[in-house]
């Protein structure tokens, strides 16, 4: 078993920033990738970023890439999604999930936290 606790999410302006938190515990030697999802109501789960256990390897969604930046600190089992000129279109429940597969579809990853709620105001 792998247990994800996301924290960090709120209410913003637009054009401004959040950071993200996904604390792992469990199991986590399993697991090389950990990535972050986000829903909308109404709307699917959809890929916004993904990393590999050793930082090498990122990914991110055209729709963030160059505002959102995803890192690790594997000392305390942590990954991060800083947010940065933050849009209406990002309000979204934001998932941390964990998988063993660089995926960008949430079939890919295994176990998934809480969500935490995101909302940018015009």
């Known amino acids: 078993q792998v247990h994800l606790v996301e924290t960090g999410g709120g209410l913003v302006q637009a054009g401004g920033s959040l950071r993200l938190s996904c604390a792992a515990s469990?199991?986590?030697?399993?697991?090389?990738?950990m990535g972050w999802f986000r829903q909308a109501p109404g709307k699917d789960r959809e890929f916004v970023a993904n990393?590999?256990?050793?930082?090498?390897?990122?990914g991110y969604a055209d729709s963030v890439k160059g505002r959102f930046t995803i890192s690790k600190d594997n000392a305390e089992n942590t990954v991060y999604l800083q947010m940065n000129t933050l849009k209406p279109e990002d309000t979204a429940v934001y998932y941390c999930a964990a998988g063993g597969k660089f995926s960008v579809v949430t079939t890919g990853y295994d176990y998934w936290g809480q969500g935490t709620q995101v909302t940018v105001s015009s």
């Open positions: 990393i590999g256990w050793s930082g090498d390897m990122r």
């Open positions: 469990g199991r986590t030697f399993d697991y090389y990738v």
